[in-house]
Every structure is written in structure tokens, then in C-alpha cells.
């Protein structure tokens, strides 16, 4: 119970970032912290390097499970708590046996973060189930937003919380997608325009040189007809 009311009235400005369920609560993190440092003799060459890998595979892990899934975001205040409390309870136990070396100690712990990856999201899966049907059953206690480290006084989510597309967001995407239709058509009518005018533009000019051509041919004519008549003339006269 003490674990409880400690998490609950944690101030919420202690709770900043995207975490996970467990890490919400700093005192969690300073737990493991702690209790795996009791784990590892000080002899252990590479203690520090070993230590500080096994607290971040640690406390990482419901990061990890919480952001897999959108439904796998909300949970019991009292469960969370719970899963803290088992994994104290593994950490007394490893504490009681033989130090049998790194790797075997490195195997426990994998066993440890496996066993509560699984139970932490049969957890979240199960309440999930719960909170987010339509037939909602009352959730007892406050839950936790294991993505904001939010606690909330709701007993039934939908939305997000649910998996479910933010309304507003689809509204949004949808209007995106009118402008970038609309963009698209506009850009392939203006193409259009340009090349019906490209091509009746090019025909102009060709008819227009074609009548000019057929001008100059007939004016060159005219003056090579001009001036046979004059050398004709000449000609004649020189008679």
C-alpha cells in the first residue's frame, strides 16, 4: 500500500517526456538502480560497463512493450505498482543465490526482462480489452498514461487511448489529400494548356512562314520578271 500512495502522489511535474509505464514513477528507476547494484560483486571486472548495460536493458523494456501497440498505452495505477513489486521480489531472489558468474547472472536477468515484457503486456492487452469495449466495465482506481506519465481519473477511453484514429487528424489528412488532389490537377490542366497552346502556337507560325515564303517567292519573281524585261530592252535598243 505504501508503494501506492507514494506513486499516486508523486507531483506531476516529476513525470516529463515519452517514457513507459514503469519508468513514470522515478523512484522505480532508482530502485533498479540500486537493487542490481547489490546483485553484482565489486570484484566483477567491467562491473560499471555491466551494470550500466543491464539498468538500461532494465528500465527500457516497458518503454519498448508500451510503444509497440497504440492500445498498449494506458493501465492500472495498482497494476503498475504490482509489476513493481514482483520485480523487486526477483531481484531478492537472484540476491539469495550463489554467484555463479557473469554469464549465468546475465541469463537470470534475460529471464527476469522476459517474464515481465510478458506479463506487462497481457496486462496492458487485458486491460485494453476492458476500458476501450462498449460495454465498458468500471475500472477501479486511477490509470496511468504510460506514454505521457499522465494519471487520470478515467474509467473508460476511446480514441487514441483505443488505438482509434484521432477524428481531427483523419479530418485533416483528408484535406491534405483534397489540396494535393487538387494541386495535381491543376498543375496537369496547366500542362495541358501549355502544350495546346505549344502545338497551335507552332502551326501559327509555320502557316505564317509558309505565306511569307510563298510572298517573298512571288515578289522574287515578279523582280527577276522586271528585270529580264529591262535587259531585254537594253538589248534592242544597243541593236
Known sequence: MGDLWLFLLLPLSAFHGVKGCLECDPKFIEDVGSLLANLIPSEVPGRTQLLEWQIKEMISLSFTVSHSDKRLRVLAVQQVVKLRTWLKNEFYKLGNETWKGVFIFQGKLLEVRQNLESQLKELLKNFSEVAC???????EGPT???WM???MTNRCFKG???GDEDPRKAENREIALFLILLATVVILGSAVLLFHFCIFHRRKMKAIRRSLKEYLEKK????MGKIDEEEEKDFRLRK
Open 133 to 139: 469495449s462498449e460495454d465498458c466495465i468500471v475500472v
Open 144 to 146: 496511468l498514461d504510460c
Open 149 to 151: 506519465c499522465l494519471r
Open 160 to 162: 487514441e487511448y483505443c
Open 220 to 223: 522574287l519573281e515578279e523582280l
